[in-house]
């Protein structure tokens, strides 16, 4: 089983949509948890932490689940440059372990 | 304050040619990721490393490929006898080594092999 795994999508939603990704991971002892965000042909960078109460910024909302271990993200009122690719991250230890990653595209 | 460092942002290497591929971690930064990303795909984890030693390489291929970082100066990706599939973006990103904080990426190395 893969440290941290993702739907490798692609999410195709129009404009406005509400889009949730989904993550699990294997390790019960990780501590922190992230999304990153990675555009075509670009680094990826941090979009939010996610905490274990759950935390929205603007648009996105970050759950977390320690007892099933997983970790979602949710974008509400797609706009068309929400489109990249989203990356789950854990954090174990001294550790950083990235998914591969679930790409959207969202459509006029 | 200088992010992750990555260079050559692009590289051509003919086949059996060898590529080096250099990354400057952030200041204060002493564990660095490499990951390689063929066009269309996810990242894909190869190494891990902090100062002078190799922590997980669990992802690297066995052969031709290697990786260091020493004590002084970047972290350093080294392909041997470069092959067209090994084209693709190759990224690299550095930490505190304190899990609970983020992991900051370079903006990569395109390899292209002709």
């Known amino acids: 089983r893969k440290e941290v795994e993702q739907d490798p999508g692609p999410f195709n939603v129009p404009e406005g949509a509400t889009v949730a990704f989904n993550c699990t991971y294997s390790?019960?002892?990780?501590?922190?948890f992230f999304w990153y965000r990675q555009d075509c042909r670009k680094e990826p960078k941090l979009l939010m932490s996610v905490y274990s109460s759950g935390n929205e910024d603007g648009r996105f909302t970050a759950q977390l689940n320690r007892a099933s271990q997983y970790i979602s993200l949710l974008i509400r009122d797609s706009k068309l440059s929400d489109s990249a690719t989203y990356l789950c991250v854990v954090g174990e230890g001294f550790k950083t372990i990235f998914g591969a990653g679930t790409r959207l595209f969202v459509k006029a | 304050n200088a992010g992750v460092m990555q260079n050559p942002r692009h590289l051509v290497r003919r086949r059996g040619q060898e590529a080096r591929l250099r990354c400057s971690p952030m200041?204060?930064?002493?564990?660095v990721y490499w990951y390689r990303q063929l066009p269309e795909e996810g990242l894909k984890f190869m190494v891990y490393?902090?100062?002078?030693?190799?922590?997980?390489e669990s992802g690297m291929p066995k052969e031709r490929f290697s990786a260091e970082f020493p004590k002084e100066g970047p972290s350093i990706l080294r392909i041997q006898q470069v092959v067209r599939g090994d084209s693709a973006a190759y990224f690299c990103?550095?930490?505190?080594?304190?899990?609970?904080?983020?992991?900051?990426f370079g903006q990569g190395t395109r390899l292209t092999v002709v």
């Open positions: 990103a550095s930490s505190d080594g304190q899990g609970a904080t983020e992991a900051f």
């Open positions: 390790n019960s002892a990780s501590q922190s």
């Open positions: 200041k204060g930064h002493s564990h």
């Open positions: 490393l902090q100062k002078e030693n190799i922590i997980d």
